[in-house]
């Protein structure tokens, strides 16, 4: 298994570990935001078992697999994160075309926000393109 793959595997288990945030108790507080700071619905949910899915299946597959969602899924996750501080709300989820934007921010609560995306989807992308075989 090449480090790629072993990469996009690390993405299977912290994308199901964000899909299951909603449903540990404690981790929501009584309005629905997760750790106070951000709301996730069915949407995102499943969005972030769709993409935990691909990212098995590239593991699983092939070094070039792995490469192609790395890729893929690193530049709309920098993307959707880049748009949050932007807007805040992404496109992944469609808050974009559902929200009026909030505007330019680098509050504590919207770099909290947006932080996940933008690491995941930078270290992705910088992975996809960087490394090499091992």
């Given amino acids: 298994m090449s480090i790629l ?3 996009s595997l690390g993405y299977f288990v912290a ?10 108790p404690g981790l929501t507080d009584d309005q629905g ?9 069915l949407f995102d949910d499943a969005l ?3 993409s935990a899915i691909w990212a098995l299946a590239a593991a699983l597959t092939s070094h070039r697999a792995a490469k192609i969602f790395l890729v893929i899924f690193g ?16 496109y ?11 505007g330019l921010s680098f509050t ?10 933008v690491a995941l989807g930078g270290f992705a992308l910088w992975a996809g393109l960087r490394l090499e075989r091992a």
């Avoid at 530049?75 to 992404?90: C, E, K, Q, R, S």
């Fill in 48 to 50: 972030h078992v769709a």
């Fill in 33 to 41: 935001l997760a750790f106070g700071i951000f709301a996730l619905d």
């Fill in 108 to 117: 504590l609560a919207r770099v909290l926000a947006n932080l996940p995306h």
């Fill in 75 to 90: 530049a709309l996750y920098l993307g959707d994160g880049v748009f949050g501080f932007f807007t805040g709300y992404g």
């Fill in 5 to 7: 793959q072993k990469i």
């Fill in 15 to 24: 994308l199901m570990i964000a899909a299951s945030l909603n449903y540990i």
């Fill in 92 to 102: 992944l989820d469609m808050g974009i075309f559902t929200n009026p934007s909030a």
